[in-house]
């Protein structure tokens, strides 16, 4: 199944399912690994893991309403970094749970949690962890993430971050070289 069709999946059951409370829950997607998504080492490959991970941001956003939000004001979600721990590979046809959550915010930065989970409620394992910035634009300028939240009517601070994620989450990018 193509990558499209899993976001047509994913996007009528967010626009239709149970809404989330942010930041509260987690958007959860259930998946399985597909012929199209192995590599030569025959497990997923890595680059399908951020494409399922980009997945589980949307479903997050349409069903705590932000993505909504903030695409009518014209704006919109942009990746400024991540980081991902692999720990046991997703082999063909395995089924494996997506977990997305926001885990706090900084001033112009939203840090998204990724587990990918295999196994039995109960004695789930991790296969993959991710942290994800995402900075939203509009008109060629950063949001202030305490403005998009307002979009939602949502006016607490942020869960705390400890000291290492927070300066992950503002870091500047390193500079360019000249080419």
């Known amino acids: ?29 259930h998946g399985r690994v597909l012929p199209n998504d192995l590599d030569l080492n025959v497990h997923m490959t890595n680059s399908r893991y951020l494409a399922v991970m980009d997945l589980g941001r949307v479903d997050f956003g ?15 979600p942009v990746v400024g970094g991540m980081r991902i721990s692999f720990r046991r590979p997703l082999a063909p046809l395995q089924r494996y749970r997506l977990e997305t959550a926001v885990i706090g915010w900084t001033e112009h930065v939203m840090i998204f949690r990724h587990r990918f989970l295999v196994g039995s409620p109960g004695t789930e394992e991790v296969a993959a962890e991710a942290e994800v910035r995402t900075l939203y634009l509009h008109a060629g300028r950063k949001l202030p993430v305490q403005e998009v939240l307002e979009m ?14 927070a300066y992950w989450a503002e870091r500047p990018r390193p500079a360019r070289a000249d080419m």
């Open 152 to 165: 939602i009517g949502y006016q607490r601070p942020s869960p705390s971050l400890d000291e290492a994620l």
């Open 62 to 76: 349409v069903r705590t309403r932000l993505l909504g939000k903030l695409l009518a004001r014209r704006g919109q």
């Open 1 to 29: 199944m193509s990558l499209w069709i899993r976001f047509l999946i994913m996007l009528l059951r967010a626009c239709f399912g149970r809404r989330l409370r942010f930041p509260d829950e987690a958007s959860v997607l």
